[in-house]
């Protein structure tokens, strides 16, 4: 498979995934063996690219993939690589996304604390970047490291500040997936 048919065949990955009530809305996959073939695909694909985007662009893929897998040390590795190059290239918006996927990593291994310390770190990142366009998944991603640590009220205002963010955006799925997450703090309760 080629690059342009894995990314196609990344728009059907939601099929495949969903969020976990019983697990303060974690990743989860329906069906471990095509998760694993996508892995591997894109394994197969990094090892045989040169194309610095499209590695970028994997390893970040590679990240999220191992991490709803079950294999979160794997995407803390893969991720703090995409750290490191998004830094060398000076690309703060990569920098960014490559730091919200490492905190959900390093959450599914066990650590919301330090995951919590640095979605803090996004952030600041976004204030001083005057970069809007993360908040919102810093603020939701925050906010289930809260509620994980069982800070429910935290928990809620950082979800109803996504809510205002991604109402503003008017992505219905990103919507719907901050108004299941203040459902668990009214569950919680």
């Known amino acids: 498979m080629n690059f342009s048919k894995f990314k196609n065949c990344l728009l059907k ?3 495949i995934i969903y969020f976990d009530n019983d697990e303060y809305l974690r990743e989860k996959t329906s069906n471990p063996l095509r998760l ?3 892995i ?3 394994e197969n694909l990094l090892a045989n690219t040169t194309n610095k985007d499209e590695k970028y662009f994997l390893m970040g893929t590679l990240g999220n ?3 709803i897998y079950g294999e979160p040390q794997k995407a803390i590795n893969i991720l703090s690589e995409c750290i490191i190059i998004a830094y060398n290239q000076n690309d703060s918006n990569r920098e960014i996304v490559s730091l919200i996927r490492l905190g959900e990593a390093i959450k599914y291994n066990g650590n919301p604390m ?3 310390t640095i979605f803090n770190d996004v952030l600041d990142k976004c204030k001083t970047h ?3 366009l993360y908040v919102d998944f810093a603020m939701q991603h925050k906010g289930k490291c809260l509620l994980e640590l069982g800070e429910m009220a ?6 109803k500040e996504a809510l205002k963010l991604r109402e503003l955006k008017g992505d219905v ?6 108004r299941q997450a203040l459902n668990l703090t009214s569950f919680s309760k």
């Open 65 to 67: 993939l191992y991490r």
């Open 40 to 42: 591997d695909i894109a």
């Open 114 to 116: 330090e995951a919590l």
């Open 36 to 38: 694993k073939e996508m």
């Open 154 to 159: 935290e928990a809620e205002k950082c979800f």
């Open 13 to 15: 990955i939601s099929e």
């Open 173 to 178: 799925s990103l919507i719907e997936s901050t």
């Open 130 to 132: 005057n970069n809007l």
